[in-house]
């Protein structure tokens, strides 16, 4: 897979067929997109390219209103690459992309990537304003000589599969199974393991907090069954997002018990996949209260799959 970074400056000789989005949480609507792309493009005898962004267009647009991501550039390309996408355009959503109309915009993917045929999804907007629809590519596609296949709204048990939804099925319900259906893997975090109050020891539990980037969805507070990644090995932890109320921790954390495991992992770099949502968190009455609850969940867990879907 070709990966380049590039704003209307280089020139692709090869016919191409390109999906048009921002793909910024790779879900199971975008994979048919993709998919779409790459079987036109066979068809067309034409490179397969998604044309896609870097940065979220609202960190310039509006950056207070820019959303939690939900996958970092390095997994996504990873994924579009075991997909079968031959080329990548990561663009930088810079002041002057932003100015640019719906026709110029258009106009400058068919002359520079030599665009035999667009596919977008059934509500894509693009241009100033996002002023550019479905409407506007079809009479486009007409001056520029290109197909344009508009793909329907995917659906999972009723709803339209988005990356909104994803973002609220994580943030505000915890719901982290039915996010990995639309998402089709479990939704993870990545980070640096840190040192925390190292009070899980003293009741049997001791825990890895993790140093993750707060750029990402973070599941709604409460204790959720983890599979832990480390070195291309997994294991299966019981996760607490919260504030730890039983011993009054003041700041949120990220805090896993990997079960059957007691290896030193500080500055370790350890992913952790949310597979289940246990229970909320809780204060207990006591420590004692506290250990009792965790051997519970230690329970659950061990009864759980260590696959991955």
Same mark, same amino acid.
């Given at each position: 897979?070709?990966?380049?970074?590039?704003?209307?400056?280089?020139?692709?000789?090869?016919?191409?067929?390109?999906?048009?989005?921002?793909?910024?949480?790779?879900?199971?609507?975008?994979?048919?997109?993709?998919?779409?792309?790459?079987?036109?493009?066979?068809?067309?005898?034409?490179?397969?390219?998604?044309?896609?962004?870097?940065?979220?267009?609202?960190?310039?647009?509006?950056?207070?209103?820019?959303?939690?991501?939900?996958?970092?550039?390095?997994?996504?390309?990873?994924?579009?690459?075991?997909?079968?996408?031959?080329?990548?355009?990561?663009?930088?959503?810079?002041?002057?992309?932003?100015?640019?109309?719906?026709?110029?915009?258009?106009?400058?993917?068919?002359?520079?990537?030599?665009?035999?045929?667009?596919?977008?999804?059934?509500?894509?907007?693009?241009?100033?304003?996002?002023?550019?629809?479905?409407?506007?590519?079809?009479?486009?596609?007409?001056?520029?000589?290109?197909?344009?296949?508009?793909?329907?709204?995917?659906?999972?048990?009723?709803?339209?599969?988005?990356?909104?939804?994803?973002?609220?099925?994580?943030?505000?319900?915890?719901?982290?199974?039915?996010?990995?259906?639309?998402?089709?893997?479990?939704?993870? %975090? =990545?980070?640096?393991?840190? +040192?925390? #109050?190292?009070?899980?020891?003293?009741?049997?539990? $001791? &825990?890895?907090?993790? !140093?993750?980037?707060?750029?990402?969805?973070?599941?709604?507070?409460?204790?959720?069954?983890?599979? %832990? =990644?480390?070195?291309?090995? +997994?294991? #299966?932890?019981?996760?607490?997002?919260?504030?730890? $109320? &039983?011993?009054?921790? !003041?700041?949120?954390?990220?805090?896993?018990?990997?079960?059957?495991?007691?290896?030193?992992?500080?500055? =370790?770099?350890?992913?952790?996949?949310?597979?289940?949502?246990?229970?909320?968190?809780?204060?207990?009455?006591?420590?004692? !209260?506290?250990?009792?609850?965790?051997?519970?969940?230690?329970?659950?867990?061990?009864?759980?799959?260590?696959?991955?879907?």
């Amino acid at each position: 897979m070709i990966i380049i970074e590039d704003n209307f400056n280089k020139r692709i000789q090869e016919k191409t067929v390109i999906a048009l989005g921002g793909f910024d949480g790779l879900h199971i609507g975008h994979r048919a997109l993709i998919d779409k792309t790459i079987s036109v493009a066979k068809k067309m005898n034409s490179k397969s390219m998604v044309f896609t962004f870097k940065n979220h267009p609202l960190t310039v647009i509006n950056r207070s209103s820019a959303p939690k991501l939900l996958l970092n550039n390095h997994d996504k390309l990873n994924l579009l690459k075991s997909y079968g996408v031959d080329i990548v355009n990561l663009v930088n959503f810079d002041t002057e992309f932003m100015q640019m109309t719906p026709e110029a915009y258009i106009a400058s993917l068919a002359k520079n990537y030599n665009a035999a045929g667009l596919v977008v999804g059934f509500n894509h907007r693009f241009g100033y304003k996002n002023l550019g629809d479905t409407d506007l590519l079809k009479a486009l596609s007409k001056t520029h000589s290109f197909s344009l296949n508009v793909v329907s709204p995917v659906k999972y048990r009723g709803d339209v599969v988005s990356s909104s939804k994803i973002r609220n099925l994580l943030g505000e319900d915890g719901d982290v199974e039915r996010a990995a259906k639309m998402l089709s893997r479990p939704y993870f %975090l =990545e980070g640096t393991v840190i +040192r925390g #109050k190292q009070l899980g020891r003293k009741i049997g539990f $001791p &825990t890895m907090n993790l !140093d993750y980037n707060n750029e990402f969805v973070l599941p709604r507070g409460g204790v959720y069954y983890s599979i %832990l =990644e480390h070195n291309n090995r +997994r294991f #299966k932890g019981i996760t607490n997002i919260g504030y730890n $109320p &039983t011993v009054e921790n !003041d700041k949120l954390s990220v805090e896993t018990h990997i079960i059957g495991f007691d290896e030193d992992l500080y500055d =370790e770099i350890i992913k952790i996949n949310f597979i289940k949502r246990i229970r909320d968190e809780k204060k207990f009455n006591s420590l004692l !209260d506290l250990s009792e609850q965790l051997k519970k969940d230690k329970l659950f867990a061990l009864k759980q799959n260590l696959d991955l879907i």
